[in-house]
């Protein structure tokens, strides 16, 4: 069964450093990944979305890297800003969404 | 790109009373989609998964006759909480399938006094 979870719980940094969210999974035999942003009481922000045959993706200040071997993704966040400040979660996804598992999430918050 | 919308947003009931979310595709056709449940600062779980034309498969330990799901149409998906109570105020979201790719809908908060 597939477990994933999410390294820092919490992270709270000042304005405009360069910041890295982790995510492990235990089967690597998966689709894709995805990194979502929450605000409080909100729904899901979809980010970036990694195909099993990619290694990375990049939006904006945004990249996120796969290594599926290693069952580990990244999320590399730069010159963050206060409006950065969310739950981000990633999820890993079976074949036709079957088997999408989340992890527990990381709480960012960027201090002005 | 691909949408889903969840209606209703919000809800608040009393208890007993039964409360249904809808999910719908407005773009594409989706032969399954997927109902989550999330507990105040806790991941998403997923509760059951629903596919056209046939009875949804629920995640263990999620009561099939509480959570009433039906996937009548190739674009919706309805989940109705019956007989709702404070335990069950949560927040439900929907995604659905495209291929490899799920897209959620906004999600919906359910109150029950």
């Known amino acids: 069964k597939q477990e994933v979870t999410q390294i820092p719980a919490a992270l709270s940094v000042p304005e405009g450093e360069n910041l890295v969210l982790n995510c492990s999974f235990t089967?690597?035999?998966?689709?894709?990944l995805q990194w979502f942003r929450q605000d409080p009481g909100k729904g899901l922000t979809s980010l970036l979305l990694?195909?099993?045959?990619?290694r990375e993706q990049t939006s904006g200040r945004l990249n996120a890297s796969l290594d599926k071997s290693s069952g580990r993704s990244t999320l590399y966040i730069a010159a963050s800003q206060p409006g950065d400040s969310a739950t981000y979660l990633c999820?890993?996804?079976?074949?036709?969404?079957?088997?999408?598992?989340f992890g527990p999430g990381t709480r960012l918050s960027v201090l002005p | 790109g691909a949408v889903v919308s969840q209606h209703p947003s919000r809800v608040i009931c009393k208890s007993g009373t039964s409360v249904k979310i809808e999910c719908r595709s407005l773009?594409?056709?989706?032969?399954?989609m997927f109902w989550y449940r999330q507990f105040p600062k806790q991941s998403l779980m997923l509760m059951a998964t629903?596919?056209?034309?046939?009875?949804?498969?629920?995640e263990q330990g999620v009561e099939k006759d509480k959570f009433l799901i039906n996937h009548a149409s190739l674009t919706l998906s309805t989940l109705t909480v019956t007989s709702a109570h404070p335990e069950d105020s949560s927040f439900y979201i929907c995604?659905?399938?495209?291929?490899?790719?799920?897209?959620f809908g906004a999600g919906s908060r359910l109150t029950v006094l």
């Open positions: 089967d690597s035999a998966i689709y894709n």
């Open positions: 990694i195909q099993s045959s990619q």
């Open positions: 999820a890993a996804g079976g074949n036709y969404g079957q088997n999408f598992v």
């Open positions: 995604s659905a399938s495209r291929g490899n790719v799920l897209t």
């Open positions: 629903s596919n056209e034309g046939s009875k949804a498969t629920y």
């Open positions: 773009d594409f056709q989706a032969t399954t």
